[in-house]
């Protein structure tokens, strides 16, 4: 760790679900994220959650539609969220948003690993990622989570499918 990291490994993130509780804290995250990052998740410029966009984030059902947050002393750092394709779907649809300070310090990977633990005891075994083709870093987060077995590239997009089964 070097002088200018403002992630101190003594804070390390809390890793817990997203609750409706969480409102206030999911709005100011957008605050925390560079242009840059924002638009490789949002595949545009996004500087605020709309209400209508946290409703559709904090609508949540076990099984279908289930989030994790990592909450550090400034709320919260990250989140990862799936979205069942269908009910007895065995896919569904990943996002996740991390704070500047936090990528790249295992963060991600530890949000991902209990979506995968969640999805997996819901009978879901395959996750969908719609990423910039130029997300490598959100690539290379995904494949040391689950193994890719399939990507579709079109117009810049890559669409990737990763396999729960044999997930870590």
Same mark, same amino acid.
């Given at each position: ?69 990592? $909450? /550090?002393? %400034?709320?919260? !750092? @990250? ?5 069942? &394709?269908?009910?007895?779907? +065995? ?57 890719? $077995? /399939?990507? %579709?590239?079109? !117009? @810049? ?5 990763? &396999?729960?089964?044999?997930? +870590?």
């Amino acid at each position: 760790m070097n002088d200018n990291d403002p992630t101190p490994a003594t804070a390390r993130p809390t890793i817990r679900p997203l609750t409706a509780a969480d409102r206030a804290a999911l709005r100011r995250l957008p605050d925390r994220v560079s242009p840059t990052s924002a638009v490789l998740r949002f595949h545009g410029a996004v500087k605020m959650l709309t209400e209508p966009t946290l409703d559709r984030l904090l609508d949540l059902e076990p099984g279908q539609r289930e989030a994790v947050v990592a $909450v /550090d002393a %400034r709320g919260i !750092a @990250g989140v990862a969220r799936f979205a069942r &394709d269908a009910v007895d779907s +065995d896919t569904a649809e990943i996002a996740i948003l991390i704070a500047d300070e936090w990528q790249h310090h295992g963060v991600g990977g530890q949000l991902l690993h209990r979506l995968v633990e969640q999805a997996r005891h819901a009978g879901i075994t395959l996750f969908r990622a719609d990423l910039l083709a130029e997300n490598t870093a959100a690539r290379h987060l995904l494949s040391n989570v689950a193994p890719i $077995v /399939d990507e %579709r590239v079109t !117009a @810049g997009h890559s669409v990737l499918r990763l &396999d729960l089964r044999a997930a +870590d």
